[in-house]
């Protein structure tokens, strides 16, 4: 599991120009955490499976266009992601999870306003190198350019699965130091694009969301490392 340092820092959250459950854009201070450079892949989530025993609906890990090594696992579920950052904590020692939309966000944008993208301001119109990608499922992690923290495919490829439950509201009154999302909920956040998308690439601030029992095939996740204080 290749993981990327990020430091602690303050960053203005959300986007007052697009859906309402993105505004008010608020400030935010998140904790230094260490994140996952790509998604995971389907080769790390069968060791996890080995491992485990743990009772998955496989259909995408035996289909050609969803099976190869180095794909983002997907069809998993919120509650496949949580359980599979319990077992790598064990295995590797260290307190892994899902990241918090603040996080998450906060990585995609590097810490900084100016990225409305995680690799700056080009839209989907000023990226014709991804418009004949992404046809019959996701591509294997790694094959468009990092953001500046060195991060693969935010923004592309697979919605990721993030801590919190879900709320539209939240932003009018969510803590400024590690938000972590409302204490109940229905629907789990999500961040993040998808290959089944026709426009395939997401704002850093754009926010997402489904019930936590749901799988889809452009549904992955990345995991986050705590770092010790």
């Not at 993030?162 to 539209?168: F, N, S, V």
């Not at 400024?176 to 601030?205: D, F, L, M, V, Y």
Request: glycine share 6%; net charge negative.
């Amino acid at each position: 599991m290749e993981l990327v340092e990020i430091p602690s820092g303050t960053f203005l959250m959300g986007d007052d120009h697009s859906r309402a459950d993105e505004s008010p854009v608020h400030e935010v201070t998140v904790s230094a955490f260490r994140i996952g450079r790509h998604t995971v892949i389907n080769s790390e989530f069968q060791e996890f499976l080995r491992a485990t025993n743990h009772a998955f609906f496989d259909r995408y890990l035996k289909e050609p266009d969803f099976c190869a090594p180095d794909q983002p696992v997907v069809a998993v579920n919120w509650f496949d992601a949580t359980e599979y950052c319990k077992w790598l904590s064990g295995a590797a020692d260290a307190h892994y999870r899902l990241p918090t939309e603040a996080e998450w966000e906060y990585a995609a944008r590097c810490g900084s306003r100016e990225n409305i993208y995680p690799w700056g301001k080009e839209a989907w119109p000023q990226l014709p190198e991804l418009h004949q990608r992404f046809q019959n499922g996701p591509e294997k992690v790694g094959l468009f350019r990092t953001n500046a923290f060195g991060i693969y495919d935010m923004g592309m490829n697979v919605h990721e699965w993030c801590l919190d439950w879900y709320a539209a509201d939240y932003y009018q009154h969510s803590p400024i130091a590690n938000p972590r999302g409302p204490e109940t909920g229905k629907r789990k956040a999500s961040r993040g694009g998808s290959w089944r998308h026709q426009i395939k690439i997401t704002r850093c601030a754009a926010r997402s969301s489904i019930p936590p029992d749901y799988r889809y095939a452009d549904y992955g996740f990345r995991v986050l490392q705590e770092m010790k204080g």
